[in-house]
């Protein structure tokens, strides 16, 4: 079964510092990974995601993570955070051999940017 | 740039009573989907569906629970009857195919009295 981790509740970074939000992952094949970001009141916006390819993505907002398969973790990272960064991210994962099209999502990761 | 539209974005009703949250999904999209998130926790899964019939479905998904595509745009999910801990904030998705990106709508908040 297909499973994320995300291992803190909350991330605290003062704006302008390198922010990094872990996660983790379990799958039987290999995996599709995907960082969305939650603001209050509102939906899901997708991030980024890797498929295959180059082990470092890059995403909107100047966003990035980069896939370790050694280690099965997509940590996301942003070299300057900014405060309109704050928000809840979410790690997903789909098994590429998984018959169905589902996303198991982490249980996100709370961001503050601090001024 | 298109997106995913939901209705209504808050539906309060009473226990036992059926409802129907609708999603305008993105036109040229294929695969749909229905996640709910309750209050402070993680996004579940609930349903996906592809050509016009449900490809997967998540435990929660009960007899409770159906989803329809009435017409060419229209994506909809029908809880019966429901339960307070039907509460919760739901969300509809699609992509264009099962391995990319999903787009999610804005939600609908329901709340169950």
Known sequence: AQSVAQPEDQVNVAEGNPLTVKCTYSVSGNPYLFWYVQYPNRGLQFLLKYITGDNLVKGSYGFEAEFNKSQTSFHLKKPSALVSDSALYFCAVRDINNYGQNFVFGPGTRLSVLP | ?113
């Open chain 2, 1 to 113: 740039e298109p997106e995913v539209t939901q209705t209504p974005s808050h539906q309060v009703t009473q226990m036992g009573q059926e409802v129907i949250l609708r999603c305008v999904p993105i036109s040229n999209h294929l695969y749909f989907y229905w996640y709910r998130q309750i209050l402070g926790q993680k996004v579940e899964f609930l349903v996906s569906f592809y050509n016009n019939e449900i490809s997967e479905k998540s435990e929660i998904f009960d007899d409770q629970f159906s989803v329809e595509r009435p017409d060419g745009s229209n994506f909809t999910l029908k809880i019966r009857s429901t339960k307070l801990e039907d509460s919760a904030m739901y969300f509809c998705a699609s992509s264009v195919e099962g391995k990319h990106e999903q787009y999610f709508g804005p939600g609908t908040r329901l709340t169950v009295t």
